[in-house]
């Protein structure tokens, strides 16, 4: 499959729980996000890796841990979620990020996350 | 501190008239200014960016400095241009390669 997947598409989870979303990328990028989309906030950013260092961590709250075992991969773990952190997680890839200049972003589907 | 505003939720508009989405930000620097949108049980994607200075798909943004502006214009909406639409801030002088997101614009054409 070509360009930026995630998975699992929805997930359910209880406050106990702990679980981890997961996105690959195919495009051969080096940078990866992870942002949050819920209903009364714009997107959110919140974790960036550049080359597989984390460069942003745009001050989440410790149950979000993010991975980046490569350029290729970047996970979510998920602990003891709380049911505002209910929402869309958008996972992007860019070809890199050099101080000032942007390169396009291309963005997975999401998984639809709900916290009971 | 918002640095995207846009301040229509929702916007309708007739197949066939001119629509503007409106933009605006709050940044010091030089900033980097783009438009990406979702359409319908789509992904979301980049439509165009301030520096390619090109129309894509019939829109055009242009970069206003002195009003810290970046409206979203067509001339003639068409149907399948119904989407949402989310205006985005680039920090030059960032390291960290972060995108600032307005709340987007809902964009509903009629036939």
């Known amino acids: 499959e070509t360009g930026v997947t995630q998975t699992p598409r929805h997930l359910v989870m209880g406050m106990t729980n702990k679980k981890s979303l997961k996105c690959e990328q195919h495009?051969?990028?080096?940078?990866m996000y992870w942002y949050k989309q819920s209903a009364k906030k714009p997107l959110e950013l919140m974790f960036v890796?550049?080359?597989?260092?984390?460069?942003e961590n745009n001050s989440v709250p410790s149950r979000f841990s993010p991975e980046c075992p490569n350029s290729s991969h970047l996970f979510l773990h998920l602990h003891t979620l709380q049911p505002e952190d209910s929402a869309l997680y958008l996972c992007?890839?860019?070809?890199?990020?050099?101080?000032?200049?942007?390169?396009?972003?291309?963005f997975g589907p999401g998984t639809r996350l709900t916290v009971l | 501190a918002q640095r995207v505003t846009q301040p229509e939720k929702l916007l309708s508009v007739f197949k066939g008239a001119p629509v503007e989405l409106k933009c605006n930000y709050s940044?010091?620097?030089?900033?980097?200014l783009f438009w990406y949108v979702q359409y319908s049980r789509q992904r979301l994607q980049l439509l165009l960016r301030?520096?390619s200075r090109e129309s894509i798909k019939g829109f055009t943004a242009d970069l206003n400095k002195g009003e810290t502006s970046f409206h979203l214009k067509k001339p003639f909406a068409q149907e399948e241009d119904s989407a949402m639409y989310y205006c985005?801030?680039?920090?030059?002088?960032?390291?960290?390669?972060?995108?600032?997101f307005g709340r987007g614009t809902q964009l509903t054409v009629w036939p």
């Open positions: 992007a890839s860019s070809q890199d990020f050099t101080g000032g200049l942007y390169n396009e972003q291309f």
């Open positions: 890796y550049n080359f597989k260092e984390q460069t």
């Open positions: 985005a801030l680039g920090d030059r002088g960032s390291t960290l390669g972060r995108l600032y």
């Open positions: 940044y010091s620097g030089s900033p980097e």
């Open positions: 301030h520096i």
């Open positions: 495009l051969g990028h080096n940078a």
